[in-house]
């Protein structure tokens, strides 16, 4: 029985859908020609061997779920589905100029983009990837990009926001869909951006430009198009590749990103210490999937990345998102994927019927989660009753691997600075009776060097005796 | 200076340019985003031909350059 999923709905062209739990795309008949054209021509040749398309394979042996299809085709595997509003600065800066790239090799080829969501990015094997496949249409010279408007909202406008107003901008595309609005990004920008060239024409101008034509009456005369050569068209693209490329953003400034160096809780050998454990108690269980919550910069990502797994290491600061990023283009990792998250508030189900954006919850569970230095931001900062703290965990994951944080630890001390201590159950005993609620203990570690304990848990199954 | 230029051109291209909406779009590109795509296509290329340009007369100016020292004396013995 095939399902389609609930946020391919928008495209005449085609739609993704689920089958024996693998997923698939139909391709209808009335985007034969482009599809076609673009698996013959070269294009798709081009963009897969250069790693920035994923690869299909077309399928004979499966029901088309819906009437008119032309291929049903099986794409490579994401291994996790991000959202933009999870990435760092970095990612959706390499996932712009991505789009850019492809809309100029697709010109190469006679072809052009006709949408340019940051939906259409997805991250594999570390690096920003197009999935999209029926994105592309016949380009005819003379005409505009159609998607240029979309790429202004969805890249330049966040992009911009966060490298010269706050990175925490970011965040606006969860409440907007279909990227900024261009009026409000115009509108939150410093002054000094009108004069820069790019962002004051793809940006300012653009907004403006929108808000004098918004109210044109429909159906007037027809009058002169618009057109546009196909060598201004690539001074287009290309202009905006640079403006893209001209934003930065340094990841200073914000309280995690230097935890490891600034907090002295900590020496060389207590770090050693919980390394060795943490691999120890992964190399128990060997998840193939793994969430390491509150990552930082991805010190133990990478340990758990190293036993086989496939990583997604999350964090609040957007600083320690981008170092880790970096750090995982640098080294090539493919197994590690840097996501920005407050686990107070984690990413909901948005978009058409809560559907179209899934849930942190919902792109899980995992075999194993990570919780090292967190329980106590959870449960002291964030008043979160330890009992609760469990709950939630035990629906991402069946193996726990979590440090319990307890009073006397510099950090915690630093918490209660600055209020009354409620917390009379936070210790030891107290931690061990609320997760044993929801898990069943495996191992207990202490971590030399340090007042903190290792442990590893096991998810409570219906069979278990209580 | 060449800000002030292109943003002139701008503004005399947008008050210039007129249009239809195009029927059939995936997703709606919207009027005033045309506007704005033609002109910066306009600006974005005549920059790509002035980079050009300065390019090759940095070329020439520096092969004239060369020259004018080839042929000066030579001040060492």
């Known amino acids: 029985m095939a399902s389609t999923l609930a946020a391919s709905f928008r495209d ?16 209808n008949v009335r985007c034969a020609e482009a599809y076609d054209r673009m698996m013959r021509g070269g294009l798709y040749d081009d963009l897969t061997a250069a790693g920035l398309l994923v690869r299909h394979d077309e399928v004979g042996d499966i029901e088309a779920p819906a009437p008119g299809a032309h291929r049903i085709l099986r794409p490579e595997r994401v291994p996790f589905i991000s959202h933009p509003y999870e990435w760092s600065f970095g990612q959706l800066r390499d996932a712009a100029l991505l789009t850019l790239d492809i809309q100029l090799r697709a010109m190469q080829h006679g072809q052009t983009l006709k949408d340019a969501s940051a939906y259409n990015v997805q991250f594999v094997r570390g690096r920003p990837i197009f999935i999209d496949t029926l994105s592309f249409e016949a380009y005819e010279e003379g005409s505009p990009w159609v998607a240029y408007r979309q790429f202004c909202q969805h890249f330049l406008a966040p992009l911009a926001l966060m490298s010269r107003r706050d990175v925490r901008l970011g965040q606006l595309l969860r409440v907007h869909l279909d990227g900024i609005p261009l ?16 962002l004051g024409l793809h940006l300012h101008m653009h907004a403006r430009s929108q808000q004098r034509y918004a109210d ?76 390491d919550l509150g990552a930082n910069t991805g010190r133990y990502s990478r340990i758990a990345a190293e036993t086989g797994a ?7 600061d957007p600083a320690c998102v981008e170092l880790n990023y970096r750090e995982v283009r640098k080294r090539g990792d493919e197994r590690i994927l840097p996501l920005l998250l407050d686990l107070t508030n984690p990413s909901p189900a948005i978009g058409w019927e ?42 991402l994951g069946s193996t726990l691997v979590i440090e319990f944080v307890p009073k006397r630890d510099s950090q915690v001390q630093k918490l209660l600075a600055s209020r009354t201590d409620i917390f009379d159950h936070y210790d030891e005993a107290g931690f061990e009776t609320a997760f044993q609620r929801h898990f069943v203990l495996e191992d207990r570690q202490s971590i030399e060097g340090s007042a903190r304990t290792l442990y590893r848990m096991r998810g409570r199954r219906p069979d278990d005796a209580r | 200076m060449i800000l002030k230029l292109a943003y002139l051109a701008v503004l005399t291209v947008t008050i210039l340019i007129t ?29 790509v031909t002035m980079r050009v340009w300065m390019v090759t007369l940095k070329r020439v100016f520096r092969r ?11 001040n060492r013995p």
């Open chain 2, 19 to 47: 249009l239809t909406q195009p029927a059939h779009a995936y997703i709606d590109p919207g009027t005033g985003s045309l506007v704005i795509q033609a002109a910066g296509a306009l600006i974005l290329a005549t920059l």
């Open chain 1, 354 to 395: 809560h559907s179209e954006r899934a849930s942190l919850v919902e792109r899980g569970p995992v075999d194993a989660v990570i919780a090292l230095g967190l329980v106590h931001h959870l449960a002291i900062a964030n008043n979160v009753p330890l009992e609760r703290v469990a709950s939630f965990l035990a629906r």
């Open chain 1, 310 to 316: 496939h990583v997604v290491a999350w964090d609040i």
């Open chain 1, 216 to 291: 044109a009456a429909v159906g007037a005369p027809a009058k002169r198009r618009v057109s546009i050569s196909k060598k201004g068209l690539l001074a287009l693209i290309d202009g905006l590749s640079r403006t893209v490329a001209a934003l930065t953003w340094e990841p200073t400034g914000t309280e995690w990103h230097d935890y490891y160096e600034a907090n002295n809780n900590y020496d060389a050998q207590a770090h050693d210490a919980k390394a060795t454990l943490v691999r120890a108690m992964l190399e128990a269980v060997h998840p193939r999937t793994v969430w």
């Open chain 2, 64 to 74: 004239l350059t060369g020259k004018s020292a080839d042929a000066a004396p030579s």
């Open chain 1, 12 to 27: 005449p062209d085609g739609f993704v859908f689920r089958h024996e739990g693998e997923v698939y795309r139909q391709v």
């Open chain 1, 183 to 198: 009026d409000l990004a115009a509108g939150l920008l410093p002054g000094r951006t009108k004069w820069n060239l790019g």
